[in-house]
């Protein structure tokens, strides 16, 4: 039998938003949602994808080590540019994404890797070599480990087994999870899991379905059973501009989280930030439609008083 692996997108050491203290955060690959607002889109498909960013390319004219080395004569010219080093033009690469099949041959040939693979096979023993290392900084702080993503919870098997060693020495854990996975997905984590950073982000499955691709019904029930099981939740809620922010979006979820009850250990809000537009050109792909403005302060804090009142903590990421 093959050994269990999980595909890793990235690791992030140091994190002080995924949870409490400092935590070591592990985003795995693929999500079944699409969220025109998503800042990972390298975390959407569950293949390793090539990735190639513009600012590390040198130009075909100083480098072009990339241009003959695809099997499939997917890398071609590209856009003019100036450099950054002289003024002069540079022309870039481009790469025809219907040709690529994510080989990686073009990674390896590339000096100063503006292209690369996003997606790593670990196993359970590679990643806890990781996770044993910041141990120090877990105990100092009250942190733990993450898994994140993408849907960390579609690569439940590995999550599960790394979750187990971790509780097994003693190592807080939690999940970053929208919620939208089969039930057994979840059961299988929950004994090995202190904390659910659980997505809320529509209460209304009609609204949520158009936007982000599926409905919420089994996202609030699979929230029901966690509670019900005794699991614990930081609840994130992100403030999409014309998606979720009025006051009837917020009361909703308001609602909802409170009939949670003490389960919830704390709400986050995350207001909506731009800062993910330039992921997408590393993917030859269109930034997604909604592209807003972030949310005013004072909005915010509003939204955040509103759900205090309903007797919910509340904290600002
Ligand atoms: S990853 Fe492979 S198929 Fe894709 S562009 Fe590079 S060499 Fe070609
Ligand atoms: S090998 Fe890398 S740096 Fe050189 S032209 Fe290709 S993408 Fe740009």
């Given at each position: 039998m093959s050994e269990l692996t999980g595909k890793i997108f990235d690791i992030q050491g140091?994190?002080?938003?995924?949870?409490?203290?400092?935590r070591l955060t592990i985003f795995m690959k693929g999500c079944p949602l699409r969220c025109p607002?998503?800042?990972?889109?390298?975390?959407?498909?569950f293949h390793t994808e090539l990735n190639w960013m513009e600012i590390k390319c040198e130009g075909i004219e100083k480098c072009?080590?990339?241009?003959?080395?695809?099997p499939h004569d997917a890398i071609k010219p590209g856009k003019m540019k100036k450099s950054l080093q002289d003024d002069t033009e540079i022309q870039l690469v481009t790469v025809d994404r219907s040709k690529c099949?994510?080989?990686g041959e073009c990674a390896k040939a590339c000096p100063p890797q503006a292209l690369y693979l996003c997606g790593t096979d670990y196993t359970v023993d590679e990643i806890m070599k990781y996770i044993r290392r910041d141990v120090p900084f877990y105990q100092q702080s009250g942190g733990g480990v993450t898994f994140s993503g993408g849907e960390c919870l579609h690569q439940y098997e590995f999550v599960r087994e790394v979750l187990k060693r971790c509780k097994e020495e003693g190592i807080h854990t939690a999940i970053d999870t929208s919620?939208?996975?089969?039930w057994k997905n979840i059961e299988a984590i929950l004994p090995y899991t202190d904390l659910f950073l659980y997505d809320l982000k529509n209460l209304n499955s009609k609204l949520h379905k158009m936007v982000i691709?599926?409905?919420?019904e089994r996202i609030l029930e699979n929230a029901r059973k966690i509670a019900a099981a005794g699991g614990k939740f930081q609840i994130r809620i992100p403030i999409i501009p014309k998606f979720n922010d009025s006051v009837k979006s917020f009361k909703d979820a308001g609602e909802f989280i409170c009939e949670l009850g003490d389960a919830v250990e704390v709400v986050q809000l995350l207001p909506y930030h731009?800062?993910?537009?330039?992921?997408?050109e590393r993917l030859h792909r269109e930034a997604p439609i909604l592209v807003a403005e972030p949310p005013a302060d004072e909005l915010v804090q509003a939204r955040k008083k509103l759900l205090e009142d309903m007797g919910l903590k509340v904290i600002i990421h």
């Open positions: 140091f994190s002080v938003h995924d949870g409490p203290g400092i607002w998503c800042h990972s889109p390298e975390s959407v498909a072009g080590k990339c241009l003959n080395v695809c099949d994510n080989c919620g939208y996975v089969d691709g599926v409905p919420n731009n800062l993910g537009v330039v992921k997408y």
